[in-house]
């Protein structure tokens, strides 16, 4: 009988899988990294895209009447929120993409064989490329927004955009990871995240304001996920800086900051528990 | 060669420490495949790709796992690798239950799969890289495998170039290393060779026979009769998700004794025409086995025990008014063992699967 072999000098078995795991979760991180390094086209058309939308939507009602936003501020101004959380949104939507490729071309399996001390490291690993990506893309819009002389948040407001960014990217993410997991191939999860795209924006606050909209369009734009993204940004960008300021009038009711901040982190949770299982089968 | 390792296994004693344990103390295999059962898809259009599969590897041997396409090899693995999970049946390695304790199986394991997934955009450094932090192997142990490795696989030329521009030898090879970086006690090849040109294949070869006598087990599937008559001092045949014959080659080769004989009456014969002159030969004194080759335009297989029974049976057809066509007749090779142990030749078996198969349908299959 044989044992299996252990290192020779092991620490606490504690610390020992707390070192495995950011062993393998970091090379796992470092290959997308360096995908990304060696094919950089989704980086730059993922902060090209929100830039036009910047410029030409932005100059698209540049001449509407002045006061005619909640706030009065240009419609510029007014689209930033909506951009940065749009750049962010469908940066996360594409996080299951890599996942997916690997499953199709088996790359997965070499990674099931090795002995992973958890296979969770394998999403933690898309989760924290997504994540940095999002926040890389968001900061050059930005700061794109600021030189078109849309405003900047100043540091306590980029502090709020930061952490409103964050709980909508890993709510994305976990969508995205499950639906990577769930469907068939990369054709349906393109698919999914085609279709799932524009109208996600057109039903939400980021190109106008609730009062612009007909009663059950700005009830969707109200449930949106979205637009409890934009609005705290929004407010930020106003230099609102209270978390008990309401930053959104639904037709259910009066939102403030941290309501909105609370609805993202249920939601980014309860889709971690919700694709739980999923990854379990799938991984196990 | 072949010939030599016959003679000699003849002249020794039953030299085979699984069935003979007077010569060698029992040993405990280090691979055990126990009633095995898989089936893909459900109702209907369940396949069975395991049938109450056993197997068992001993420590320290080179080991061919012989089949045609589809006859469940890979599944097998697959199984062993902790990738899939058996519908029924037990699987251990080293002593340790890989249905209850799969990381503990995967530490002993290196796999080599049958489909090379290699990440086009990393250059072959950083896939060792890679592998070896899923391995968990300390960062000198890793750079030291690496170094050893590009050295053993002849990888240095091209080891810094992007995997996206290896050829089928290149990525195998690549893949080897890959397998075998954290040092394991057991590696598992599915078809390693399989599409090769003639250099790569016989580099991955040396390196197989060099890693069994440096004491790592090796089991690898195959089915071209010569990698695993070349390789192997073990083999089972694997047909439709069972194992039906089990041995060394020069065992497996012995047992079935005297020359190999085809044999036809006619270019083509039909069906009763077969029989009858199967029914002729079994009645001849010296032959033995004789079996009707349906895929061969009913030719006829058969064993003779020398020279003059060759002779006698020609006479006895001629009267019988079924004069010999055509004649060959050959030392036993793997391919009889096979077709004795199946009742087709290994190329029948894989020309009957290669249209019922739909790769499609198994990568959907192999995918998670």
């Given at each position: 009988m044989t044992t299996v072999r252990t290192r020779p000098s092991a620490p606490a078995p504690q610390a020992e899988a707390l070192a495995e795991i950011r062993q393998e979760t970091l090379a796992l991180t470092r290959r997308l990294f360096v995908q990304l390094q060696r094919r950089p086209s989704t980086l730059v058309a993922g902060v090209l895209q929100p830039l036009i939308w910047l410029v030409l939507f932005g100059a698209l009602f540049a001449k509407a009447p002045e006061g005619l936003l909640p706030g009065g501020g240009s419609y510029g101004r007014f689209l930033g929120a909506g951009v940065i959380v749009f750049t962010a949104f469908s940066g996360a939507l594409n996080a299951g993409l890599p996942v997916m490729f690997d499953r199709e071309f088996g790359f997965l399996n070499r990674l099931l064989v090795a002995p992973l001390r958890s296979r969770s490291s394998i999403v933690l690993a898309s989760v924290l490329y997504i994540t940095v990506l999002s926040l890389v893309q968001s900061v050059a819009i930005l700061a794109t927004a600021a030189l078109l002389g849309y405003g900047w948040p100043g540091p306590a407001g980029l502090v709020l955009v930061l952490v409103t960014l964050l709980l909508l990217v890993f709510a994305v993410t976990a969508l995205s990871l499950g639906l990577a997991f769930a469907l068939p191939g990369h054709i349906e999860l393109i698919a999914v995240i085609f279709v799932a795209n524009l109208p996600l924006l057109f039903a939400?606050?980021?190109?106008?304001?609730?009062?612009?909209?007909?009663t059950w369009l700005g009830w969707l734009a109200a449930l949106n996920p979205l637009t409890f993204a934009i609005e705290p940004i929004r407010s930020a960008y106003a230099g609102?800086?209270?978390?008990?300021?309401?930053v959104l009038e639904a037709p259910y009711g009066q939102l403030s900051v941290a309501q909105c901040l609370m609805v993202l982190a249920a939601l980014a949770l309860g889709l971690f528990l919700l694709i739980r299982p999923l990854l379990d089968r799938k991984l196990s | 060669m072949a010939e030599q390792a016959q003679s000699a296994a003849a002249a020794l004693p039953d030299n085979d420490p699984l069935t003979n344990p007077l010569t060698n103390p029992p040993i405990e295999p280090l691979i055990e495949l126990r009633g095995l059962q898989r089936s893909y898809g459900r109702g209907e259009r369940a396949v069975r790709a395991l049938d109450g599969l056993d197997l068992a590897v001993p420590s320290g041997s080179l080991y061919g796992l012989l089949?045609?396409?589809?006859?469940g090899k890979t599944t097998a693995l697959r199984i062993l690798c902790t990738l899939l999970a058996p519908d029924q049946g037990t699987v251990r390695v080293a002593g340790i239950d890989a249905l209850a304790d799969p990381r503990a199986v995967r530490r002993l394991l290196g796999y080599v799969a049958?489909?090379?997934?290699?990440?086009?955009?990393?250059t072959g450094r950083e896939l060792l890289e890679l592998q070896g932090d899923l391995y968990h192997l300390d960062r000198g142990v890793r750079q030291r495998r690496i170094t050893e490795l590009v050295d053993l696989l002849g990888m240095g030329d091209w080891?810094?170039?992007?995997?996206?521009?290896?050829s089928g030898g290149m990525r195998r090879r690549l893949d080897l290393a890959a397998g075998l970086l954290h040092s394991p006690r057991l590696l598992v090849l599915d078809e390693p060779t399989v599409g090769l040109d003639i250099e790569s294949r016989s580099a991955i070869w040396q390196v197989l026979r060099q890693l069994c006598s440096s004491g790592t087990t090796v089991l690898l599937s195959s089915h071209y009769l010569e990698e695993v008559d070349a390789l192997a001092d073990r083999l089972a045949i694997v047909e439709a998700g069972r194992v039906i014959a089990e041995g060394s080659p020069a065992t497996l080769k012995q047992a079935l004794g005297g020359d190999r004989v085809t044999l036809r009456v006619r270019e083509f014969s039909d069906a009763a025409e077969a029989r009858r002159v199967q029914t002729l030969l079994q009645g001849c004194q010296g032959v033995r086995q004789v079996v009707v080759n349906q895929a061969q335009g009913f030719s006829l297989n058969l064993v003779v025990d020398g020279e003059a029974v060759v002779d006698r049976l020609r006479r006895q057809l001629a009267e019988a008014d079924l004069p010999v066509f055509a004649l060959a007749q050959s030392r036993p090779s793997l391919d009889d063992v096979y077709l004795q142990a199946t009742g087709r030749t290994l190329m029948d078996a894989e020309l009957a699967v290669a249209g019922s198969r739909d790769p499609k349908a198994e990568r959907k299959q192999s995918m998670r």
């Amino acid at each position: 009988m044989t044992t299996v072999r252990t290192r020779p000098s092991a620490p606490a078995p504690q610390a020992e899988a707390l070192a495995e795991i950011r062993q393998e979760t970091l090379a796992l991180t470092r290959r997308l990294f360096v995908q990304l390094q060696r094919r950089p086209s989704t980086l730059v058309a993922g902060v090209l895209q929100p830039l036009i939308w910047l410029v030409l939507f932005g100059a698209l009602f540049a001449k509407a009447p002045e006061g005619l936003l909640p706030g009065g501020g240009s419609y510029g101004r007014f689209l930033g929120a909506g951009v940065i959380v749009f750049t962010a949104f469908s940066g996360a939507l594409n996080a299951g993409l890599p996942v997916m490729f690997d499953r199709e071309f088996g790359f997965l399996n070499r990674l099931l064989v090795a002995p992973l001390r958890s296979r969770s490291s394998i999403v933690l690993a898309s989760v924290l490329y997504i994540t940095v990506l999002s926040l890389v893309q968001s900061v050059a819009i930005l700061a794109t927004a600021a030189l078109l002389g849309y405003g900047w948040p100043g540091p306590a407001g980029l502090v709020l955009v930061l952490v409103t960014l964050l709980l909508l990217v890993f709510a994305v993410t976990a969508l995205s990871l499950g639906l990577a997991f769930a469907l068939p191939g990369h054709i349906e999860l393109i698919a999914v995240i085609f279709v799932a795209n524009l109208p996600l924006l057109f039903a939400s606050t980021a190109l106008a304001p609730l009062s612009f909209m007909p009663t059950w369009l700005g009830w969707l734009a109200a449930l949106n996920p979205l637009t409890f993204a934009i609005e705290p940004i929004r407010s930020a960008y106003a230099g609102q800086l209270s978390l008990s300021a309401i930053v959104l009038e639904a037709p259910y009711g009066q939102l403030s900051v941290a309501q909105c901040l609370m609805v993202l982190a249920a939601l980014a949770l309860g889709l971690f528990l919700l694709i739980r299982p999923l990854l379990d089968r799938k991984l196990s | 060669m072949a010939e030599q390792a016959q003679s000699a296994a003849a002249a020794l004693p039953d030299n085979d420490p699984l069935t003979n344990p007077l010569t060698n103390p029992p040993i405990e295999p280090l691979i055990e495949l126990r009633g095995l059962q898989r089936s893909y898809g459900r109702g209907e259009r369940a396949v069975r790709a395991l049938d109450g599969l056993d197997l068992a590897v001993p420590s320290g041997s080179l080991y061919g796992l012989l089949g045609p396409n589809g006859a469940g090899k890979t599944t097998a693995l697959r199984i062993l690798c902790t990738l899939l999970a058996p519908d029924q049946g037990t699987v251990r390695v080293a002593g340790i239950d890989a249905l209850a304790d799969p990381r503990a199986v995967r530490r002993l394991l290196g796999y080599v799969a049958q489909e090379v997934a290699i990440d086009k955009i990393l250059t072959g450094r950083e896939l060792l890289e890679l592998q070896g932090d899923l391995y968990h192997l300390d960062r000198g142990v890793r750079q030291r495998r690496i170094t050893e490795l590009v050295d053993l696989l002849g990888m240095g030329d091209w080891i810094d170039r992007r995997c996206g521009s290896y050829s089928g030898g290149m990525r195998r090879r690549l893949d080897l290393a890959a397998g075998l970086l954290h040092s394991p006690r057991l590696l598992v090849l599915d078809e390693p060779t399989v599409g090769l040109d003639i250099e790569s294949r016989s580099a991955i070869w040396q390196v197989l026979r060099q890693l069994c006598s440096s004491g790592t087990t090796v089991l690898l599937s195959s089915h071209y009769l010569e990698e695993v008559d070349a390789l192997a001092d073990r083999l089972a045949i694997v047909e439709a998700g069972r194992v039906i014959a089990e041995g060394s080659p020069a065992t497996l080769k012995q047992a079935l004794g005297g020359d190999r004989v085809t044999l036809r009456v006619r270019e083509f014969s039909d069906a009763a025409e077969a029989r009858r002159v199967q029914t002729l030969l079994q009645g001849c004194q010296g032959v033995r086995q004789v079996v009707v080759n349906q895929a061969q335009g009913f030719s006829l297989n058969l064993v003779v025990d020398g020279e003059a029974v060759v002779d006698r049976l020609r006479r006895q057809l001629a009267e019988a008014d079924l004069p010999v066509f055509a004649l060959a007749q050959s030392r036993p090779s793997l391919d009889d063992v096979y077709l004795q142990a199946t009742g087709r030749t290994l190329m029948d078996a894989e020309l009957a699967v290669a249209g019922s198969r739909d790769p499609k349908a198994e990568r959907k299959q192999s995918m998670r």
